[in-house]
């Protein structure tokens, strides 16, 4: 068994192995490696079009929906034109009334 330890084939052999092992596992390192690199430049690019989607709806927010406050300026204006309308309305209702009054 000695003589068969001391031969230069043997000891060639067993560093080919070895050789080849070693290869082989760094191989399957480098494979998962760029397994992962482009998983994750696959989520990489669905945060962008993620942050790029949440950033146009922020964009349109004031365009697409209205704030409260502003809603409550509005309405408010808009119920000052009506009163002043029914205001008027009520006013020439009223001198029909006495017009009328008159001619009869």
């Not at 989520?43 to 942050?51: A, C, G, I, V």
């Amino acid at each position: 068994m000695n003589g068969i330890m001391d031969s230069k084939w043997f000891y060639w052999a067993v560093t080919g192995v070895i050789g080849a092992l070693w290869a082989g596992l760094l191989w399957f390192w480098k494979r998962q490696r760029t397994q992962d690199d482009e998983r994750f430049k696959a989520m990489e690019k669905r945060q962008e079009e993620e942050h790029e989607r949440v950033s146009r709806v922020i964009s349109e927010l004031p365009i697409n929906y209205t704030l409260r406050d502003e809603f409550l300026r509005v309405t408010s204006a808009q119920n000052t034109k009506l009163d002043t309308i029914v205001d008027k309305l009520g006013e020439v209702s009223n001198r029909l009334a006495e017009l009328r009054g008159r001619q009869e």
